[in-house]
C-alpha cells in the first residue's frame, strides 16, 4: 500500500529537549515536505526537499532541521524545542516531475512542549 | 512572495445544496498548479482537484469542480449536491517554483470550516 508514515503520532516533551519527528514514504517520490498547522494559520512549509542532498527552506523554518541522506526518508529535527512549536506536524511526499504532482500526505503528528 | 488567501472562516450549507469555497491566489510565475484538499476532522488530509494554470478547461473530479479565473486569480472550489460527509476543512494551495528557479514551494490558505446541514 502506497503511504507515508511518520513516528511517533504524539509526542510531548519539555522545552530544549532535543527530538527528531521521522517521516518515510514508499512511492520513490522526489519531493518531500514538512508542514505545520496551526488553528486560524493554515498549514506552513518547513522545509522541503527535492530529492536526495536537495533541500530548501520553506516559509517557518527556524528553529528545525531536516536532512534527506535516503530517498525514502526525511527526518524533522528540532534541536532545542520551545513552547512556540506546539503543533500539528504533516510530513508529505510527491514525484517532482511537474507542478501537478499531487502531495501525498501522512496522519500528522500532533507535539505539544512544555 | 506566493500567497494564498481564504476569505471564508466558516460556511454552513443545506444538504443536496451547492456551496462555493473562495480562494484567490498571489504569484509572479506564469506556471504553477493550484490544489484542494479536505480535511475532515479526523485529521488526514484528502486531495481533492486540481487546476494548471495553464488549463484552459475547469477541472471537475465527481461532485467537485474548480472555478478557474486566471485574470482574477481566483481558484473557487464548487462542491455540487452537499453531503453530511463534506463537513470538514478546505485548504487551497498553490504549487509554483521559487525565485530560484527549479525549486518548487507549496503555499496553503488558513482554511474554510463547511458545515452541511441536515
Known amino acids: 500500500e502506497a503511504q507515508v508514515t511518520q513516528n511517533p503520532r504524539y509526542l510531548i516533551t519539555v522545552t530544549g529537549k532535543k527530538l527528531t519527528v521521522t517521516c518515510s514514504q514508499n512511492?520513490?517520490?522526489?519531493?518531500m515536505s514538512w508542514y505545520r498547522q496551526d488553528p486560524g494559520l493554515g498549514l506552513r512549509q518547513i522545509y522541503y526537499?527535492?530529492?536526495?542532498?536537495?533541500?530548501d527552506k520553506g516559509d517557518v523554518p527556524e528553529g528545525y532541521k531536516v536532512s534527506r541522506k535516503e530517498k525514502r526518508n526525511f527526518p524533522l529535527i528540532l534541536e532545542s524545542p520551545s513552547p512556540n512549536q506546539t503543533s500539528l506536524y504533516f510530513c508529505?511526499?510527491?514525484?517532482?516531475?511537474?507542478?501537478?504532482?499531487?502531495?501525498?500526505f501522512g496522519p500528522g503528528t500532533r507535539l505539544t512542549v512544555l | 512572495a506566493q500567497k494564498i488567501t481564504q476569505t471564508q472562516p466558516g460556511m454552513f450549507v443545506q444538504e443536496k445544496e451547492a456551496v462555493t469555497l473562495d480562494c484567490t491566489y498571489d504569484?509572479?510565475?506564469?506556471?504553477?498548479?493550484l490544489f484542494w484538499y479536505k480535511q475532515p476532522s479526523s485529521g488526514e488530509m484528502i486531495f481533492l482537484i486540481y487546476?494548471?494554470?495553464?488549463?484552459?478547461q475547469n477541472a471537475t473530479e465527481g461532485r467537485y469542480s474548480l472555478n478557474f479565473q486566471k485574470a482574477r486569480k481566483s481558484a473557487n472550489l464548487v462542491i455540487s449536491a452537499s453531503q453530511l460527509g463534506d463537513s470538514a476543512m478546505y485548504f487551497c494551495?498553490?504549487?509554483?517554483?521559487?525565485?530560484?528557479?527549479?525549486?518548487?514551494?507549496?503555499?496553503f490558505g488558513i482554511g474554510t470550516k463547511l458545515q452541511v446541514i441536515p
Open positions: 508529505a511526499s510527491s514525484r517532482a516531475s511537474g507542478l501537478s504532482d499531487t502531495q501525498y
Open positions: 512511492m520513490n517520490h522526489e519531493y
Open positions: 526537499s527535492m530529492n536526495v542532498e536537495v533541500t
Open positions: 504569484t509572479s510565475d506564469q506556471s504553477y498548479g
Open positions: 487546476q494548471g494554470s495553464y488549463d484552459e
Open positions: 494551495a498553490m504549487r509554483d517554483f521559487t525565485i530560484q528557479g527549479g525549486y518548487q514551494k507549496v503555499t
